[in-house]
């Protein structure tokens, strides 16, 4: 059974920094593409970053330097470092498991909150 447990998220200020991390299954986590997406209230899902087993990485245009994802192969684990957050990133983020770079895979994780005040 395929299983992304997300943890990190929090309430932070505009400015600050997070750390989300996501945490899969051994088979899952060396087979696919690990992603995050994030979904604000009233907006569709967009795609934040994404990382393969070769280390290769994608960026949605709303994030570029500020946020950086990678991935621990011993602890079966992606990270979203998150710096500089502003109120616009406010929203729920869900770690993902697919096949590309570039479009989301069918499995999802339960989500994790990051609000950021102004």
């Known amino acids: 059974q395929v299983q992304l447990v997300e943890s990190g998220g929090g309430l932070v200020q505009a400015g600050g920094s997070l750390r989300l991390s996501c945490t899969a299954s051994r088979d899952t986590f060396m087979r696919n593409v690990i992603g995050w997406y994030r979904q604000a209230p009233g907006k569709q899902r967009e795609l934040v970053a994404t990382?393969?087993?070769?280390?290769?990485?994608h960026y949605g245009d709303r994030v570029n330097s500020r946020f950086t994802i990678s991935r621990d192969n011993a602890k079966n684990t992606v990270y979203l470092q998150m710096n500089s957050l502003k109120p616009e990133d406010t929203a729920t983020y869900y770690c993902?498991?697919?096949?590309?770079?570039?479009?989301?895979?069918?499995?999802w994780g339960q989500g994790t909150q990051v609000t950021v005040s102004s």
């Open positions: 993902n498991a697919g096949l590309n770079l570039y479009y989301s895979g069918p499995t």
């Open positions: 990382i393969n087993t070769d280390d290769r990485t």
